[in-house]
Every structure is written in C-alpha cells, then in structure tokens.
C-alpha cells in the first residue's frame, strides 16, 4: 500500500526525526556560540552555556592585598577587600589551605600562625588582622562561591579591537564580495552560450566543463601562484579574486547551463522572431528567469571564499593589511587556545554574516539546484 499514489509511506516518521536530529545538530552548536560569546572566563570554565541563566559554583583562589597596603587600625595591622574584585558573589565557604579549602563558614574568624587572623563575609569581604606588620606575600584564600549570571560585550571589543578581528573581517569582505560576483558574471555568459547558442565544439566544451568540477584545486596552486608572480599580481588581492574565480566557474558554468536548458523554448523562439539579439534575450529573459540559480550558486560560492584558508594563505600574506579571519582565528587557537570566551566571540563573527547570506538567500537554493531535474 505504501506505493500507492496518494498514500503516505509508513516510514515517513523516520524522516521527521531524522530531519529533527539534523536541525538540532547545527542549531544547538551555534545556540552554545552565541551564548558563550557573551560569557566570562570563570563561567565558561565552570559551567556549560545551558546553565548560563543559572548561578554558577566557582572555587576561588584568592591572594589578599599585599604588605604595602596594609594599614594600622588601633594594636593591629589590618588588610582587607574584596574576594570578588566588584564582580559580586556569594561566599559559601571558604579555608587558608588547599588541603581544606571550605572549612569556615561566612562571617567566622580563622586562626593563622603568629597570630593573624582572616575572616571572610558572605558577600566577598575579607579582613586580614596581624598584632605586627605584614612581611613578604599575602596568604591565599580559598573561596567557595556562587556567582549570578554574567554577560559582557568585552568578549567582543577585545577581539575585534585588541586582537585585530575587525580589520581581518574587512579583509574577509574585500576578497568574498568580489570572488562571488566575478565568477557569476562570467558563468551566466559561458552557460547561455552552452545551453542556447549553437557553434562548434560546444559538446567537447560542456564535457571539459564537467571533467573540472573533479580536478582537485590543490593541483593547480603552486603553478598559478607562480604564473600571478610572473604577472606581478602575486600576494595581491587581484591575485586571490581571479583565482578563486576559476575555481568556482566549472560549478558555476554547469549549475546556470543545466538551468538555462530547462526554460522554456517557446519562449527564446518567439523572442527571436521578433528581431532579439543573442545580447538581449540573455539580458531580458534568461537572467531574470534563472535568478534561482543565480541565488544558490551566489551561496555556495560566498560560503566557500568566506570560510577559505587554504587559497588566502597562499595568495595573500600574513600581515594585518591582508590577513583574513580564517587566517587570524588560526592564530588566535594557537596564542588564545585556553581563552575559549575570545575563541567564542570570534567564531561567532565569523559565521554571523554567512547565516544572514544563507538565511536571505535559502529559499532559492533548493530551486536552483533542482533545476532541469523535472519537465
């Protein structure tokens, strides 16, 4: 029964929950980017992004103020501040020892050799008391605490400031923007040519066409970095534009011919009956008809030079003038790796402007990639 026309197949449950799980997979992670970015070191290190609505347990190791900032309050030499350092908290327990490092509540006194005395109040308040002055290092205090939730945009305007992101993301924007709309304008060209123009070799060139879209990018590197060295364009963004050009025209050239070929004949007929040029069917009809492949190819190209390392690193150099953020967050893993809330923030900008592209442009992708598959 399930091969009956009209009738709906059992495993269509199947593929509920497997579309579910995919949705989940991608959206999940990047719900957890989001969340990070806005994070603090010490949550981040504490707690996962889900429980960053909820307050978070933290061990403290503070070391209280040195000698230089103690001061006499009648017999005693006192120092005191702030566990917390203005962040906010709550003590729940706190020690002078690793070994028991929550062995005083909130508001009790600990003894410490030759007489000095620690207390520690609930909201982060410590108050170190000797009958002499203090020499040499502060001892450490141990905290127990619970901290309120904590968002901060200085994940943001350190590394796209400080660390050098904003720079990158405009050098990201001067490669993609130019490598997605050359290739587009030179495959829209070729692909009528190939799908509505009758000449010579046309079959031998559509046959070339689909051999390149297997012929790993890779083989062609070095050669055409040194034929860009020869032109004088190497390490320049021309250089970068022009070859992530070729290495998207063979999709692009087959994607836009496969869809040229699926319009409807009539139409180009009838515009040449009335006196048309090749130049103004293509201007007039086939482009504004085969704006969804356009839109998907647009896509995938954007994607690919946005998110490129490879071609950047070996057509660009690695100062700031043109480092990219592919290349910059490379270095950020290998200077930042245990700062994840910089790490976070940074991929997050990376694949802000790639979801709004994919999120404007999505509903054309399907169109486009489905063209000429059905008459």
Do not use: C
């Not at 001892?139 to 904003?166: C, H, K, Q, W």
């Amino acid at each position: 029964m399930d091969n009956i026309a009209g009738t709906k197949s059992s495993l269509v449950w199947a593929v509920h929950l497997a579309t579910a799980a995919l949705v989940l997979l991608w959206v999940l992670p990047t719900i957890g980017l989001l969340v990070s970015s806005f994070r603090d070191r010490d949550q981040i290190t504490t707690s996962g992004w889900w429980r960053s609505l909820f307050p978070a347990e933290q061990n403290i190791v503070y070391r209280a103020g040195d000698a230089d900032t103690q001061r006499q309050d009648g017999p005693l030499w006192v120092i005191d501040g702030n566990v917390f350092d203005g962040a906010g908290g709550e003590v729940t327990a706190f020690g002078v020892n690793s070994r028991a490092p929550a062995a005083f509540a909130p508001g009790a006194e600990a003894d410490l050799k030759d007489g000095v005395k620690l207390a520690v109040q609930a909201n982060g308040d410590y108050r170190l008391t000797a009958p002499a002055q203090f020499e040499g290092r502060s001892p450490r205090i141990f905290v127990s605490s619970v901290s309120p939730p904590r968002f901060t945009l200085d994940n943001y305007r350190r590394v796209m400031f400080a660390e050098g992101l904003g720079r990158a993301f405009l050098n990201t924007m001067t490669v993609t923007i130019p490598a997605t709309i050359i290739p587009i304008l030179i495959a829209a060209f070729a692909a009528y040519a190939l799908a509505w123009m009758e000449f010579p070799g046309r079959a031998l060139l559509i046959a070339a066409v689909v051999g390149l879209l297997v012929v790993p990018l890779q083989m062609a590197l070095i050669p055409l970095l040194k034929l860009h060295n020869q032109l004088g364009i190497g390490k320049e963004y021309i250089g970068i534009w022009l070859a992530h050009s070729g290495f998207g025209l063979p999709l692009a050239i087959y994607l836009l011919r496969n869809y040229m070929v699926g319009l409807p004949r009539e139409i180009i007929e009838s515009a040449r009956v009335d006196g048309a040029t090749d130049f103004q069917i293509f201007l007039k009809i086939i482009l504004p008809l085969s704006f969804p492949a356009l839109a998907s190819f647009a896509i995938f190209q954007f994607l690919w030079t946005w998110n490129d390392l490879l071609v950047a690193t070996v057509f660009l150099g690695n100062n700031p003038d043109q480092l990219v953020m592919t290349g910059l967050l490379r270095e950020l893993m290998g200077s930042k790796g245990g700062e994840w809330e910089i790490l976070a923030a940074s991929a997050f900008v990376s694949i802000a402007v790639p979801l709004i592209v994919f999120f404007a442009m999505q509903k054309y992708l399907v169109r486009g990639l489905l063209a000429g598959s059905v008459k």
